[in-house]
C-alpha cells in the first residue's frame, strides 16, 4: 500500500511541477495551451505516463514535451530532489471531465498566485 501511495503522491508532485515548468521556463510554442491533466508512475517508478491536454493540437504539444524531455528531467530533478526520475510517456487525456477539472484548479492557482518574477 505504501509503494501505491508513494506512487500517487509521486504522480501528483510530477503533474505540479509540468504545470510549473509549462508556466514558466518552456518556450516552446508547440506547448502555448498544453495541460498535464495526470500523472502515473508505475509502482518501481521507473516509468511514468503523463497525461495532456491541448487548446490546440495535442499531438503538437506531446511533440514540444518530447523535444523538451532533456530539460524537464533535470529541472524536475533538481526541484524534487529525487536520485531516479521516471522515464515519461506523453499521451493525450480522453477524459474531458477530468481535465475540465485540472484545469480549473490551475485557474485557480494561476489567478491566486499571481505572476511570479525570478
Given at each position: 500500500?505504501?509503494?501505491?501511495?508513494?506512487g500517487?503522491?509521486?504522480?501528483?508532485?510530477?503533474?505540479?511541477?509540468?504545470?510549473?515548468?509549462?508556466?514558466?521556463?518552456?518556450?516552446?510554442?508547440?506547448?502555448?495551451?498544453?495541460?498535464?491533466?495526470?500523472?502515473?508512475?508505475?509502482?518501481?517508478?521507473?516509468?511514468?505516463?503523463?497525461?495532456?491536454?491541448?487548446?490546440?493540437?495535442?499531438?503538437?504539444?506531446?511533440?514540444?514535451?518530447?523535444?523538451?524531455?532533456?530539460?524537464?528531467?533535470?529541472?524536475?530533478?533538481?526541484?524534487?530532489?529525487?536520485?531516479?526520475?521516471p522515464?515519461?510517456?506523453?499521451?493525450?487525456?480522453?477524459?474531458?471531465?477530468?481535465?475540465?477539472?485540472?484545469?480549473?484548479?490551475?485557474?485557480?492557482?494561476?489567478?491566486?498566485?499571481?505572476?511570479?518574477?525570478?
Amino acid at each position: 500500500m505504501s509503494h501505491r501511495h508513494r506512487g500517487e503522491r509521486l504522480g501528483e508532485l510530477f503533474r505540479r511541477e509540468f504545470s510549473r515548468l509549462l508556466m514558466g521556463p518552456l518556450k516552446d510554442p508547440r506547448l502555448d495551451g498544453v495541460t498535464v491533466t495526470d500523472v502515473r508512475a508505475t509502482r518501481d517508478l521507473s516509468f511514468a505516463t503523463v497525461y495532456v491536454r491541448s487548446d490546440g493540437d495535442v499531438a503538437e504539444g506531446i511533440e514540444g514535451l518530447e523535444h523538451a524531455i532533456g530539460f524537464i528531467r533535470r529541472e524536475l530533478g533538481r526541484s524534487l530532489r529525487l536520485r531516479k526520475i521516471p522515464e515519461f510517456r506523453f499521451l493525450p487525456d480522453e477524459t474531458p471531465e477530468h481535465a475540465s477539472r485540472i484545469e480549473a484548479l490551475l485557474r485557480q492557482v494561476r489567478e491566486s498566485d499571481g505572476p511570479s518574477e525570478a
